[in-house]
């Protein structure tokens, strides 16, 4: 996989370079990502199935020599996809903390069924665990718009009201 190096505001879009994610780069940073991705998940309360899942669906086994590798920080390369999984939970994790004052609000919102045209009911924690690579980055943008202060399409200028303490309901 190739990705950009994008230029400075001032330069012209021909000026982007693109660059290859060497193996080196990938054991590099593979056994500090799947140690964090474990922290995270404990925090996220997911289950071994749930990781796995959120991973890439890698076999049990395979699941077990990582965490094994990554936890005596012996030498791990992970596949590019997982480590891409990995980069969208640090990315949501980063997101979540920002957007809420603690962590148990922050599970409450990850967990809870959610009404809004991305989510249609669901959880954004079921659209990370059952919706492959795209639920994980689906959930991250949502995330990454709420904190950049967008408010989601169809929605008039202005129209936008904000949560008041009022309107925070804990079950």
Do not use: C, N
């Not at 056994?31 to 309360?45: E, H, K, M, S, V």
């Not at 899942?53 to 990582?66: F, I, K, M, N």
């Not at 390369?77 to 994790?93: F, M, V």
């Not at 045209?117 to 492959?132: I, N, Q, R, W």
Request: charged letters at 25%.
């Amino acid at each position: 996989m190739r990705i950009a190096d994008f230029p400075d505001s001032a330069a012209s879009a021909g000026d982007m370079q693109f660059h290859s994610i060497t193996r080196k780069e990938r054991a590099r940073t593979s056994g500090p990502g799947l140690r964090t991705f474990r922290q995270i998940a404990d925090r996220f309360d997911l289950t071994e199935a749930e990781r796995i899942a959120v991973l890439g669906d890698p076999g049990r086994s395979t699941y077990h020599q990582w965490m094994k590798k990554a936890r005596e920080q012996h030498v791990l390369t992970l596949p590019l996809d997982t480590l891409l999984r990995i980069s969208a939970i640090l990315g949501i994790y980063k997101a979540l903390a920002i957007l809420f004052e603690d962590e148990a609000q922050a599970l409450v919102w990850l967990k809870g069924a959610h009404h809004g045209t991305l989510f249609a009911g669901a959880s954004p924690m079921a659209f990370m665990v059952e919706g492959g690579h795209d639920g994980l980055m689906s959930v991250r943008r949502y995330l990454d718009a709420w904190r950049g202060g967008a408010m989601g399409f169809g929605a008039p200028e202005g129209g936008f009201e904000p949560v008041t303490a009022d309107d925070l309901v804990f079950a």
